[in-house]
């Protein structure tokens, strides 16, 4: 079955740690997006990828960094984490621009 | 810059039929979309209009005035299950999607 996956789903982690956010999806798409969402806010896009070897930042401004290596795989890095990072990260896939996307069930992170 | 402005939270009973507004200002617009979230849960898809009209998927139909900037969603026969957050989001310039800050929708027996 064609899905989106977030591993982990809650994380808790001390401040200046290093972590990173897994995002896989099995639908082939090319494009492939990381929201940050804080409890009842909007969504805002960090980083979004066109295909294999192409990442974009996107309107947030974000200490986060991310790769995009293989179709499927669209991970999310923090190199130290700071208390400011606590939030919910959303990771999406669309098989064009603007086309319906699909989201993965999300990671709640939060810095001590 | 950009902009959508849709109401904070909208209250209904079972049964009933609501409307969700959202207006929006942004500097491409290539369509208008509506999403559904549960409880901070994943945002589900429910509709996408890229032309003016009316677009209708079962209980759920949305409607876009290019011309006025303005879209809605209309939820018919309202079940307690519809209670959730409702994004609309338009697809600007270069594809990406720019959220509105979501109506918080209370489905009341």
């Known amino acids: 079955e064609a899905d989106i996956y977030q591993t982990p789903r809650y994380l808790v982690i001390g401040t200046g740690k290093k972590i990173t956010l897994e995002c896989s999806q099995t639908m082939g798409h090319d494009k492939m997006y990381w929201y940050q969402q804080d409890p009842g806010m909007e969504l805002h896009l960090i980083h979004y990828s066109y295909g294999v070897n192409s990442t974009e930042k996107g309107d947030l401004s974000s200490e986060s960094t991310v790769s995009r290596i293989r179709t499927e795989h669209f991970p999310l890095t923090l190199e130290s984490a700071r208390p400011s990072h606590t939030s919910q990260y959303l990771c999406a896939s669309s098989e064009f621009w603007g086309d319906e996307q699909f989201f993965g069930p999300g990671t709640r992170l939060t810095v001590l | 810059g950009q902009s959508l402005e849709q109401p904070s939270e909208v209250t209904a009973v079972e049964g009933a039929i609501v409307q969700i507004n959202c207006t929006y200002q942004t500097s491409g617009f290539y369509g208008l979309s509506w999403y559904q979230q549960h409880d901070g849960g994943a945002p589900t898809f429910l509709s996408y209009?890229?032309?003016?009209g009316l677009e209708e998927t079962g209980r759920f139909s949305s409607f876009l005035s290019r011309s006025d900037s303005y879209g809605y969603l209309l939820l018919q026969e309202l079940q307690m299950k519809d209670s959730a957050s409702y994004f609309c989001?338009?697809?600007?310039?270069?594809?990406?999607?720019?959220f509105g800050q979501g109506t918080e929708l209370s489905v009341k027996p």
């Open positions: 989001a338009v697809r600007g310039q270069g594809g990406k999607l720019i």
């Open positions: 209009n890229a032309l003016d």
